[in-house]
């Protein structure tokens, strides 16, 4: 059964940085587009960033954009955020999906191009 597992958020300060790991299972997950996401307390789910099939293209959320770099690595069956300059309005649940269906070689930003998610992993961020 494919499954998606998140790791690597924690509480850190204003400016910090982490590094969310996805890792799949079940399946290879190298042909997948896949994106994060992210979803605050009484806030809906948002995009924050998306990398299509092969790696080669990515997108960011105007929110992110700067600070959060997305990759993937073939031979781990994973995909990373790395997230620095971390702020505040940065805390959140961050979830990783795929989309497992075919598409066409760029990347997506809407949650119903998904079809597999991960669980969560918490990331807070202190002033």
């Known amino acids: 059964q494919a499954q998606l597992v998140e790791s690597g958020g924690g509480s850190v300060q204003a400016g910090d940085s982490l590094r969310l790991s996805c890792a799949a299972s079940?399946?290879?997950?190298?042909?997948?587009?896949m994106g994060w996401f992210r979803q605050a307390p009484g806030k809906e789910r948002e995009f924050v960033a998306a990398?299509?099939?092969?790696?080669?293209?990515?997108g960011y959320a105007e929110s992110v954009k700067g600070r959060f770099t997305i990759s993937r690595d073939s031979a781990k069956n994973s995909v990373y955020l790395q997230m620095n300059k971390l702020k505040p309005e940065d805390t959140a649940v961050y979830y990783c999906?795929?989309?497992?269906?075919?598409?066409?070689?760029?990347?997506?930003?809407?949650?119903?191009?998904?079809?597999?998610w991960g669980q969560g992993t918490q990331v807070t961020v202190s002033s």
């Open positions: 999906a795929a989309k497992s269906r075919p598409g066409s070689g760029s990347y997506y930003t809407s949650i119903p191009s998904y079809d597999l």
């Open positions: 079940g399946r290879t997950f190298n042909f997948y587009p």
């Open positions: 990398i299509n099939s092969n790696g080669g293209i990515t």
